[in-house]
């Protein structure tokens, strides 16, 4: 995501000053903008608790989070499924408790609910694809091409919904006449 939204930032007239490793970089163009690389977790809860304006994250972040922020536009960078996948032979039965592994259970939880399945969540930290068959029956994760799923035997059994890196500010932020309108111009500018 960093090297897209970079990307983005140089087509829009933007640049950022730091070296691969920078969590600070100045944004030239608008410096009075602070900014800081984070992982897009970190960035979406904090825009949820005001202590951010405004970030670039997935949408699958604030939909795992269920975070109430101002979606300011969709990039369309970073596109993604997220989905429930399985080995071949797994089936969905009622009556089968099955083991559930991602590293976003939330969204988990909602789709086995909704299809009425009787789980066990299984807590993924990242390679969800090698957890079945051993480890976990179902896996709820992102994917872009499907290619690592199938390199690991496994099927899409369902698309729960889809992300893509967008431009997410805070509500406090928006409400804010000269931060909505730094916001608006940064929004502009992308």
């Given at each position: 995501m960093q090297s897209e939204v970079g990307r983005l930032l140089v087509d829009a007239g933007l640049e950022l000053s730091a070296t691969d490793r920078g969590y600070r970089p100045r944004l030239i163009g608008l410096e009075r903008i602070e900014?800081?690389?984070?992982?897009?977790?970190?960035?979406?809860?904090?825009?949820?608790?005001g202590s951010r304006d405004l970030g670039f994250a997935g949408a699958d972040w604030v939909e795992e989070l269920e975070l109430d922020l101002v979606e300011i536009l969709d990039t369309g960078l970073d596109r993604v499924r997220?989905?429930?996948?399985?080995?071949?032979?797994?089936?969905?039965?009622?009556?089968?408790?099955?083991?559930?592994?991602?590293?976003?259970?939330?969204?988990?939880?909602?789709?086995?609910?909704?299809?009425?399945?009787d789980w066990t969540p299984v807590r993924s930290w990242g390679a969800t694809e090698v957890l079945p068959p051993e480890d976990?029956?179902?896996?709820?994760?992102?994917?872009?091409?499907?290619?690592?799923?199938?390199?690991?035997g496994l099927r899409i059994l369902d698309e729960i919904s889809t992300s893509s890196t967008?431009?997410?500010?805070?509500?406090?932020?928006?409400?804010?006449?000269?931060r909505r309108a730094e916001i608006e111009r940064l929004a502009a500018l992308v």
């Open positions: 900014t800081k690389r984070l992982k897009p977790q970190a960035i979406v809860s904090m825009l949820a608790s997220i989905v429930a996948a399985a080995p071949e032979g797994v089936r969905l039965d009622a009556g089968r408790t099955l083991r559930i592994a991602s590293e976003m259970p939330r969204i988990a939880a909602r789709w086995a609910a909704a299809r009425g399945i976990a029956d179902v896996i709820v994760d992102v994917v872009q091409s499907g290619a690592t799923l199938a390199a690991n967008r431009l997410f500010a805070s509500r406090e932020a928006m409400v804010c006449p000269d």
